[in-house]
């Protein structure tokens, strides 16, 4: 079975600091996506990528920032927690481009910005 | 701007008793509609990808249809087992994004 590896399941970060969560996929997929979900809300997309060193914006990409540096590894980085980021993150990834590649999910990361 | 809206926001139903869960989509060009399942505390777990109206898929006690509009999610004598969210979620136009509905939280009693 795919596993989608979140580093953290909860963290606790301060307004103003730079977070790093990463998300590790062991199964050769080409795509990869940050989520973040919250009541009422749903997921809404952060960033994908497509490929190593490839980025794309999601819907919501405003105050962060990733890295996909190699094709297992994604990471999202907040440059400057602030208390509306505290959210649920999940990290998904996906085998290839095709339109019917369903998604794989890590279990999330809770984070809250005090 | 994709829109899927998901109906009721939550189910509460005796063990035994069917009932559907709706997903009604606003896509330019749809590729593929999904289900997906997620427990509390754990990410979203796939069910189902349908493409085209009339397509029906099932899986156990679930089983998903597709119109041009929307989607259920039929659950036949659900057991408690079956208490999850289940996420709608639509790919469309640029097909790697993904839009999500907001769920339907089921809560099957025994």
């Known amino acids: 079975d795919v596993k989608v590896t979140q580093s953290s399941r909860y963290l606790v970060k301060r307004t103003g600091e730079k977070v790093f969560l990463e998300c590790v996929q062991d199964?050769?997929?080409?795509?990869m996506f940050w989520y973040r979900q919250d009541p009422g809300l749903g997921l809404r997309l952060i960033y994908f990528?497509?490929?190593?060193?490839?980025?794309e914006k999601g819907d919501i990409p405003e105050g962060y920032s990733v890295s996909r540096e190699k094709k297992e590894r994604f990471s999202l980085i907040l440059e400057s927690a602030s208390t509306n980021q505290t959210s649920m993150y999940l990290c998904?990834?996906?085998?290839?481009?095709?339109?019917?590649?369903?998604?794989?999910f890590g279990s999330g990361t809770q984070l809250s910005v005090l | 701007e994709d829109q899927v809206t998901q109906s009721p926001e939550a189910l509460r139903l005796q063990e035994g008793e069917s009932s559907s869960l709706n997903c009604s989509y606003t896509?330019?060009?749809?590729?593929?509609l999904f289900w997906y399942r997620q427990d509390p505390g754990k990410g979203p777990e796939f069910l189902f990808t349908?493409?085209?109206a009339g397509e029906e898929k099932e899986k156990e006690r679930l089983k998903a249809t597709l119109t041009k509009k929307e989607s259920f999610l039929h659950i036949t004598a659900p057991k408690p087992e079956d208490s999850a969210t289940y996420l709608c979620?639509?790919?469309?136009?640029?097909?790697?994004?993904?839009?999500f509905g907001i769920g339907t939280k089921l809560q099957v009693i025994p």
């Open positions: 998904a990834s996906s085998l290839d481009r095709a339109p019917n590649e369903k998604l794989f």
């Open positions: 896509v330019s060009g749809l590729r593929g």
């Open positions: 199964m050769d997929h080409e795509n």
């Open positions: 349908l493409y085209s």
């Open positions: 990528s497509y490929d190593v060193k490839m980025k």
């Open positions: 979620a639509v790919r469309a136009g640029g097909y790697q994004k993904v839009t």
